[in-house]
């Protein structure tokens, strides 16, 4: 079973912020946080990662809660090629990756 | 990022034949690699994890007989659909781990069995 829960959908409004919750409450002290996205027959593309500290990069913002329970994927502006579904898994130094139901974020002309 | 590649990107076959789809690792050597299958609508299922040189760890429900993998290289594994039936139609992805435990995905195999 995935260690991560997610709202099975959000919408967005094009150019909008968005802001993706994912809880992994049983989250271990040398579990990573992997957000990857997957578009429509293709596979899933590397979104970004942390351990604790919030983390940035060109295609999103990750925010990690203090006691590590919960965090959140930030599209800084939603655009229609971002829609996806938005998987959150955690990850302990290669062990195989267990894939949730994920988000599917719809993107709002 | 690193670029994993599979082949083919799709394939149509009859019942009762294989299939044999490729994972290539383009820029990095992967010590791990990974075999998942997604029917419509659902999220990826891992089928089993190999590293180079050894057999296949295969995870439960899975039968070893009938996708055999081969991890022949650092930067090739491959997955062969034998004997497939209609219930094998699925998308097939594989992902490679470099020495740093990151994944990379490939673009995915799209089987359809008829």
């Known amino acids: 079973d995935a260690k991560t829960t997610q709202p099975n959908s959000m919408e967005s409004n094009e150019e909008e912020p968005v802001h993706l919750p994912c809880n992994h409450s049983?989250?271990?002290?040398?579990?990573?946080i992997h957000w990857y996205r997957q578009l429509p027959s293709q596979g899933p593309e590397y979104v970004i990662h942390g351990l604790t500290s919030n983390v940035n990069n060109r295609m999103a913002s990750l925010a990690i809660a203090e006691d590590r329970k919960s965090s959140t994927l930030i599209l800084h502006r939603a655009t229609l090629r971002d829609a996806a579904v938005y998987y959150c898994i955690l990850d302990n130094y290669g062990q195989n990756f267990v894939f949730g139901p994920g988000t599917r974020l719809s993107v709002l002309p | 990022g690193a670029v994993v590649s599979q082949h083919p990107s799709w394939v149509i076959c009859k019942s009762g034949t294989s299939v044999k789809i490729e994972c290539r690792s383009l820029?990095?050597?992967?010590?791990?690699m990974f075999w998942y299958r997604q029917f419509p609508k659902q999220s990826l299922m891992l089928m089993a994890t190999?590293?180079?040189?050894?057999?296949?760890?295969?995870e439960q429900g899975v039968e070893k007989d009938k996708f055999l993998i081969n991890h022949a290289s650092l930067t090739l594994s491959t997955l062969t659909v034998t004997s497939a039936h209609p219930e094998d139609s699925s998308f097939y992805i594989c992902?490679?781990?470099?020495?740093?435990?990151?994944?990379?995905f490939g673009p995915g195999t799209r089987l359809t069995v008829t």
């Open positions: 820029d990095f050597q992967a010590t791990t």
């Open positions: 049983t989250i271990s002290g040398t579990d990573y």
């Open positions: 190999s590293n180079e040189g050894s057999k296949a760890t295969y």
């Open positions: 992902s490679q781990e470099d020495i740093n435990y990151e994944q990379y």
